[in-house]
């Protein structure tokens, strides 16, 4: 058998990966992936979340971060831990990610996802950046399962449907909140509106051409959002009837990875009562 030079360099790299040791001091800098790490890395592997981690309105790992250690995202306090790897986003602060470059920390960067498929590749990166190969494909699975789980028979009935936000924005095509809806049995209605991705739409639109179900974000308690004002307008009594609200937590909304296995449960929990309501 004749192997070929570029078949032996791709296998020197992968003998080269496996050999290497897991980073032991990983920094997360980011929410979406402040969960991933929670689910993947060993315990001592965790060197600090980021801030977001700890908040039970917009974490869904709280709980677990409670007792980890976390950062304000500075590049002081990175570079103190002293971490082997570094796990940011492409929001996350560009004086940090200098300050961390300069000193040759290793970083890696994420974009938001925009898939599902994005998503678990994302999930696959970060299992094997940390040493866990084997954790990340047991967690795609488990989101795979959900999404199957959530996904309604063929040939049952669609509901049309508008996530939407309490800063007033709704998610249109080309994010991955929207491929989840549709997995979910939702047609997504920011379409018919005109919506490229994220965006604004009005109360006026709403009561011309409301969608059957409004997937609306919870904010945390005392937190009143355009959104939430919107909800409350006389104007929506007109609509009662032919528009039904579902509540889901905000937390659900903004990350992909294991946080898919909680937003696919909810969405088919949103449409099995409007159903059940007579959607």
């Not at 994420?110 to 954790?135: D, N």
Request: contains cysteine.
């Amino acid at each position: 058998m004749i192997v070929s030079r570029r078949e032996i360099v791709v296998g020197a790299m992968a003998l080269t990966a496996a050999a290497a040791p897991p980073p032991r001091r990983i920094v997360s800098l980011n929410a979406c992936l402040d969960a991933m790490l929670v689910h993947l890395a060993d315990r001592n592997q965790i060197a600090a979340l980021s801030h977001y981690a700890r908040d039970p309105h917009g974490s869904t790992v709280a709980e677990q971060a409670k007792s980890l250690p976390y950062t304000w995202e500075s590049a002081e306090e990175v570079i103190a831990l002293r971490p082997d790897l570094v796990l940011a986003s492409q929001h996350s602060a560009l004086a940090t990610r200098n300050a961390l470059k300069r000193l040759e920390v290793p970083v890696q960067r994420f974009a938001v996802p925009k898939t599902i498929a994005e998503s678990l590749a994302q999930v696959r990166k970060v299992a094997r950046l940390i040493g866990r190969p084997e954790r990340g494909e047991a967690l795609v699975a488990r989101v795979e399962a959900a999404l199957a789980a959530a996904t309604p028979a063929s040939g049952a009935r669609r509901l049309t449907a508008l996530i939407y936000q309490p800063n007033g924005f709704a998610a249109g095509p080309n994010t991955l909140v929207d491929e989840v809806m549709t997995r979910a049995g939702f047609d997504n209605v920011a379409r018919r509106y005109g919506l490229k991705a994220w965006g604004n739409v009005g109360l006026e639109r709403l009561l011309a051409d409301p969608p059957e179900v409004l997937l609306v974000g919870e904010p945390a308690p005392g937190a009143r959002g355009w959104a939430d004002r919107v909800m409350t307008h006389p104007a929506l009594k007109s609509i009662a009837g032919r528009m039904r609200q579902a509540r889901l937590p905000e937390r659900l909304l903004y990350c992909g990875g294991p946080v898919l296995i909680e937003t696919a449960d909810a969405m088919a929990r949103a449409r099995a009562l409007a159903l059940k309501e007579g959607a």
